[in-house]
């Protein structure tokens, strides 16, 4: 019983943990993207070629957008917020994957979502057993 106790207090932790991390890493991918991608306009650093503008824009304020709104307004529905988050990470990831970084940190919000949304099922399931 003790141990059991022990388990569950441990899952609590690393549940919050686990929400604290996806935030605080939606929070910089979704502002760095949508930052990259406003001064990537701003500057110009495209070769003039207006559909690369349009790449660098779609894909990083987009996927910024798609972020934020996922990771913090949509907190409340665990599985669109994941959807939103995953699908917004990947996308700012696709306009700068020569960075070699942000594609990880990408992943590792991919994975910090699903891994949130997976324990707030298990939660449900838990508490609806009871």
Do not use: N
């Not at 917020?81 to 700012?92: I, M, N, Q, R």
Request: net charge positive; aromatic share 6%; no cysteine.
């Amino acid at each position: 019983m003790e141990a059991t106790t022990e388990g569950m207090r441990t899952s609590g932790r690393s549940s919050g943990r686990i929400a604290t991390a996806t935030r605080v890493l939606a929070a910089i991918l979704g502002v760095g993207y949508i930052a990259a991608g406003v001064l990537g306009a701003a500057f110009e650093v495209t070769d003039g070629d207006q559909s690369d503008l349009a790449f660098w824009l779609v894909f990083l304020v987009g996927g910024g957008a798609l972020v934020l709104i996922g990771s913090f307004v949509l907190a409340s529905r665990p599985v669109l917020s994941a959807v939103l988050t995953s699908v917004g990470a990947l996308a700012g990831a696709v306009a700068v994957f020569w960075s070699v970084i942000v594609p990880v940190l990408a992943l590792a919000l991919v994975a910090l979502s699903i891994a949130r949304v997976r324990r707030v099922a298990s939660g449900r399931r838990g508490v609806s057993r009871a």
